[in-house]
């Protein structure tokens, strides 16, 4: 997520140059040397907050307290430490940049507390040594922060104050996001989306929940095995359940609420997972009340288990085994009959088997994360006192050349705890996905309250037998259902108000000891002598416990072991965590979703996924969210990893984050593969594009082509006719130059014929006229060729002249009795005489005069 992640290398100015809103006694010479710190006396002075900072705060964050010449010293760097309404934020002085490892949101700080530390003293110096004021920040999310303040300033005293002022909020209200508000991340109704849920899972997908559906109860619908109750929705039932159950379709509402009271909290079994095509169902719900002597019994709770063990598909007689898995070691769950509780008897339950995996409690978490942040911050590369591990006490914490001293320092990592912790996790869940999809058997799992360590191995079986679950959709699905719906307290185990009020106990600050160590680490002393000023107090008195991350390290090894099954990626893993740490979003606030239904969350606060959603839109499928390896066509069933393969590692993009950055940088691979990706979808989105132009291109070639071809076509026959009709003129010259005319063809098509009857010229008369035909019953005229014939006439005398004769007899005018049919002809004019002819080439197609008069015999 973009809390306060500022990558490495990436330079973003926060004011410009020319601004010198920091004079030169506000930096450390040095960049951040505790010598010139520690000397310079500067008295404070009171200054406004940059006008650059601005452009880094979020909707309505605001600062609240500032310091000046703070120096980070992880990293032995000067800036200026803000304290906001949401998170500390470190400027450095020298990049102007937003240091990533120095901003922390609020809501993340596990605890904090104010560190003197002792310098010793130079030679011949009498008077007192110098010391140092520091503030140790202690975050959830792995890292351990000092900030160095200068002396005899109060600056130290305002951040303190305003850390215990707004870390630790007395109401819900207080939190940020609530003063964020929706903004454009807005919240749909997680209850639909439970039942959009609830409905995949019964094979009615068809369905689509919706608000009226809800507020008119018709969402209980079913298929031949199991049905959706409504018996909840007023969370009268239990207040820590959803308000849709999903149960055996024989088992009444009635007998439902009867088996409730034989459950903790009321948390009777329901169904969180079922298979349509097996019958076999994965069920959850809180410890029996079974009492002191573990003899109490209830038949309602156990027509209820026995109903989740319908028959076998395909038998009538068999029924399916049932599995009740405890998430206790059997000690524990004994001990619980003292006060009430205890576990299931398999003689009570028919064909049943009670299997305890041991996994322990909340505050055993606890410490064990505890203990592994103060080891990665011991041995890591980047420590929070500024040393490399390689440095530290001459190379003591790699041995210093003594291979046992070696083994010890990586024993140390085996001692947390944490990696049994995470392995005993894996292997249950492992162990009831395989009961689940190779016997087809059902499990019911409970713990003692069912909301801890119960919702761990429901969802990560779920996690194994679904693949749906493995997709980001699902994934956010399977989180709403399992950890959100059915009660995980996150508000309490976040150490964060809720509406109950558990959260509302003091702020637990350091445990630091008087010895003089800066952290509870006992392998790792700096030189000087520390002093805390915090009191000491001790996580038992809260519910605080990285139960969910916990589970997202397991999931995180899963991903690791099966790189080709899961859409999202270890990055999506870790901004998940991010979001959820910060309590920036109102999805994970509270206790219940009764809690988060009455503080009107879904209206009052913007939703993560919406968030990440946006995040994932402005990359597309190349995003860091997106597992670039991710094939669904290798692992469409269930996963079922072997024992020998859940030996689990430490997270590195997570836990290695602060204290091994370079070493963190396991996505580094996933990040060239998904550019390599990238640069192929462009190549190939560039090749698609040059064959669709080109395919353009050939289409309009073969157009061109065709009309190419009709030109051709066209100037074929117009040759033709040229020729056609040069056949016919030539025919008409010859034939009127075997009656002795002149015949004269000029340029622009005109045709001249001279006929003589002696020598002696006299005068001409000549008529020349185009001839004009119109379209019969159209009446308009259609323009024919230019080319005509113009006859000129040397007529003397006309009854003696042998043209006429010859005009008599050609004409076909001329009747037999010597008269004429046109005798407004201009032939007739002139005394019957032939003188003139206009034409064009169509009047001699139509005369046919080649064909009538010029025929050979």
Known sequence: MDLPRTPVGRSTSLRDPSDTRFTDSDKIEGAGSWEALEWTKIEPVSRSVPQGLQGFLLEAERVIVEGYGVVLVNTDEAGTLFVTNFRLLFLSDGSRNIIALGTIPLATIEKFNKIVMKLPAAPRQTDRSPSRRLLQVIGKDMRIIVFGFRPRTKQRRAVYDALLRCTKPLRIWDLYAFASGPS?????????????????????????????????????????????????????????????????????????????????????????????????????????LVGIMMNMRSNADEKLVAALCTQIFGSREQRRKLYIADARPRKNALANGAMGGGSESSSNYFQSEIVFFGIDNIHAMRESLVRLRDYLDTHGSASSDGMSSFLRHGGWTWGGGNLSSMSASVSTLGD?????????????????????????????????????????????ASLLLDPYYRTIKGFQALVEKDWLAFGHPFADRAGMPSLSGSGSMPFELSRQSSTGSFSSSPSRQASGSFTSQAPATSHTQNNYSPIFLQWVDCVSQLLRLYPLAFEFSSGFLVDLLDSILSCRFGNFLCNSEKERQQAGISDSCGCLWAYMADMRALNGGYHVHYNPFYEPSKHNGPLLPPAAALAPTVWPQFHLRWACPMESQAGELEAQCRNMSKRFTELQKAKEETDARVKETTATMESLAAELQNEKVISTSAKELASRASRESAAIKRALQSLGCKVHFSGDGDCTVGIESNPTEIPQKSVYFSSKEESAGTGVSNEKSELSVSVTVLADDVSNNPINRFCESLCPLHTREGGCRWPDAACAQFGSQFVGLKANFDAFDRLSIYDRYFQPE
């Open 184 to 288: 454009r991340f807005t919240n749909s109704d997680p209850k639909v989306r439970l039942l959009d849920e609830y409905f995949r899972l019964l094979g009615l997908s068809s369905y689509h929940a919706s608000t009226r559906m809800i507020e008119d109860g018709s969402f209980t619908l079913s298929n031949e095995l199991w049905r959706i109750s409504s018996l909840n929705s007023s969370y009268t039932m239990c207040p820590t359940y959803p308000f849709a159950l999903l149960i055996p379709r024989s088992v009444s509402d009635e007998e439902l609420l009867q088996a409730s009271t034989f459950r903790g909290r009321c948390r009777l079994p329901v169904i969180t997972w079922c298979n349509r095509d097996t019958g076999a169902v994965l069920a959850r719900s809180a410890q029996p």
């Open 416 to 460: 947390s705890g944490w990696l049994i912790h995470v392995q005993s996790v894996l292997a249950g869940s492992a162990w009831i996905a395989a009961r689940v999809a190779l016997e087809s058997a059902s499990v019911l799992v409970h713990c003692s309250d069912g909301w801890d360590r119960t919702t761990q191995l429901v969802s990560l």
